[in-house]
């Protein structure tokens, strides 16, 4: 079965950096979209990043765009979010999802859901 | 940026019919889907391409879309179903948005 484990999350100071890593089981992970999607403390979804299967195509949320990367690994079967420049609004759960196929057709809207790993920006 | 909106809250008794809307003006061209969220837990998919149903989602959870919204209904709730619900889709120049979530109460 589909499966996504988060890992790296823990407590940061604000203007430090994190790296997040999603591994990958289940499924051929080279087929699929792969996103990250945040949840802060008692609010809604945010939707923060996607990307294609090649990696060609990436997508940040304005919130975001400039200070975080995303990737993936091929070979390791994991994603990754780089988060630079970290800010006391960045604390969060963060949620690896898979995207949806259709057929052939293939779409970042998440399916499948990681735990989430928990950020905390604080001094 | 792009916007979906949702109700904040939505009650109802148990079996009782209960609707969540989305509104977003690429809704027309993007298909929506929807989300439960119980306390503590990952969201779960429950409706994908506007009114298809995962496996092992129950008959009682269904999707529509028309115009500019789109509509999650769940017929005959169950205490089980109280959860925050979220749709998604995105525009067509590639954004993808959450709405803010609807907090369905079972009375």
């Known amino acids: 079965q589909v499966q996504l484990v988060e890992s790296g999350g823990g407590l940061v100071e604000p203007g430090g950096s994190l790296r997040l890593s999603c591994a990958a089981s289940?499924?051929?992970?080279?087929?699929?979209?792969m996103s990250w999607i945040r949840q802060a403390p008692g609010k809604g979804l945010q939707y923060i990043s996607y990307?294609?299967?090649?990696?060609?195509?990436?997508y940040y949320a304005d919130s975001v765009k400039g200070r975080f990367t995303i990737s993936r690994d091929k070979a390791k079967k994991s994603l990754y979010l780089q988060m630079n420049s970290l800010r006391a609004d960045d604390t969060a759960v963060y949620y690896c999802a898979r995207g949806f196929c259709s057929g052939a057709i293939c779409y970042e809207s998440p399916t499948d859901w990681g735990q989430g790993t928990l950020v905390t920006v604080s001094s | 940026s792009y916007e979906l909106t949702q109700p904040p809250s939505v009650s109802v008794s148990p079996g009782q019919t209960a609707r969540v809307t989305c509104s977003g003006d690429a809704m027309p061209k993007q298909y929506a889907y929807w989300y439960q969220q119980k306390p503590g837990q990952a969201p779960v998919l429950v409706i994908y391409?506007?009114?298809e149903r995962p496996s092992g989602i129950p008959e009682r959870f269904s999707g529509s879309s028309s115009g500019t919204a789109a509509t999650l209904t769940i017929s005959g709730v169950q205490a089980e179903d109280e959860a925050d619900y979220y749709c998604?889709?995105?525009?067509?120049?590639?954004?993808?948005?959450f709405g803010g979530g609807t907090k369905l109460t079972v009375l």
């Open positions: 289940g499924f051929t992970f080279s087929d699929y979209y």
């Open positions: 998604h889709s995105g525009d067509t120049s590639g954004t993808a948005v």
């Open positions: 990307i294609s299967a090649s990696g060609s195509t990436k």
């Open positions: 391409k506007d009114s």
